[in-house]
T-cell receptor, first 115, second 113 residues
């Protein structure tokens, strides 16, 4: 079946503009995660959605970052007033269950470049 | 708080040589440990995971890892590497809330002939 998909694959934007990144999880996966991967760094957790529960937003770096998810489907990550330090690859992942041992399946990422 | 340290940022090896990629973790809760691989221009793929039971875990592509609780380590090994194993490898542990994974900074494995 289809894996996790993300769009766009690449995004170049000017400093100060808003951007919206999209993630389509694997059908039937109740959990969805956003991570950020800066050059030469590991993945940083941003936000976690599980079903209809309140999301875990503890990883969002500032109030310029927000994310939404409709039910158990598509999620969008929005970055307002982008800064150069926001340049990174943004990865989305989804998993089946509520257990923290569930395997996370990753999308190919969106490479964001803020000029 | 949980953390993951990958001790080597780059590991160059020759084809058919053995390799060990080191990972140490810090956690105050029960751990689940993972190794992910990221091939050039591709997404992350799960290599193997430790949840419970046997401390020696076997994964895909001939990789294995051993969970050592006393040394808080989860090193990844392969007895004979191929050129196609060239990739970025990430070690990860579950966070305390169970809502996400905490990743190390990654180890670049470069296999040459």
């Amino acid at each position: 079946g289809a894996g996790v998909s993300q769009s766009p694959s690449n995004k170049v934007t000017e400093k100060g503009k808003d951007v919206e990144l999209r993630c389509d999880p694997i059908s039937g996966h109740t959990a969805l995660y956003w991570y950020r991967q800066r050059l030469g760094q590991g993945l940083e957790f941003l936000i976690y959605f599980q079903g209809n529960s309140a999301p875990d937003k503890s990883g969002l770096p500032s109030d310029r970052f927000s994310a939404e998810r409709t039910g158990e489907s598509v999620s969008t990550l929005t970055i307002q007033r982008t800064q150069q330090e926001d340049s990174a690859v943004y990865l989305c992942a989804s998993s089946l269950g509520t257990s923290d041992s569930s395997e996370q399946y990753f999308g190919p990422g969106t490479r964001l470049t803020v000029t | 708080a949980q953390s993951v340290t990958q001790l080597d940022s780059q590991v160059p090896v020759f084809e058919e040589a053995p390799v060990e990629l080191r990972c140490n973790y810090s956690s105050s809760v029960s751990v689940y440990l993972f190794w992910y691989v990221q091939y050039p221009n591709q997404g992350l793929q799960l290599l193997l995971k430790y949840l419970s039971g046997s401390t020696l875990v076997k994964g895909i592509n001939g990789f294995e890892a051993e969970f050592n609780k006393s040394q808080t380590s989860f090193h990844l090994r392969k007895p004979s590497v191929h050129i196609s194993d060239t990739a970025e490898y990430f070690c990860a542990v579950n966070n305390q809330a169970g809502t996400a994974l905490i990743f190390g900074k990654g180890t670049t494995l470069s296999v040459s002939s």
